[in-house]
């Protein structure tokens, strides 16, 4: 009998990815990595005017469909009143209206950091 692709994937992971500034503690799904999605994330990064909203929105949809949690906390964005959208210390939710404020070299930061997390060189006994 085979085994199914449900079988050979963990449901979660858990990685620490260090920037500048302190560590962001990422929780994602290495059943949505692909090597096809990450080549995609990285093109459209690379390319994408961060003016077009629409684009960013799919990219921003795509790493949501990754990255399920993790501890980044606000300001973020600014509303129409001028307010951010996250309050200052609040966790910015992983939704693409939200992640559409990252800037693109954050985002592929955190998608290089997980996907070299998931390979199986990168994983760590816990």
């Known amino acids: 009998m085979g085994i199914t692709f449900a079988d050979i994937v963990e449901k ?56 399920k949690n993790w501890d980044l906390v606000g300001p973020l964005g600014e509303g129409e009143n001028g307010e951010p959208l996250v309050a200052e210390g609040a966790t910015v939710p992983v939704e693409p209206e939200y992640v559409t404020w990252l800037p693109s070299p954050v985002i592929q930061h955190i998608i290089e950091k997980v996907g070299e997390d998931a390979a199986p060189k990168g994983r760590k006994r816990k």
């Open 12 to 67: 979660s992971r858990k990685v620490v990815i260090e920037f500048g500034g302190g560590n962001l503690n990422v929780e994602y799904d290495p059943s949505a990595l692909s090597p096809a999605k990450i080549s995609k994330m990285n093109k459209d990064l690379k390319s994408v005017d961060e003016d077009d909203e629409e684009a960013m929105l799919g990219v921003a949809k795509m790493f949501c469909g990754i990255v």
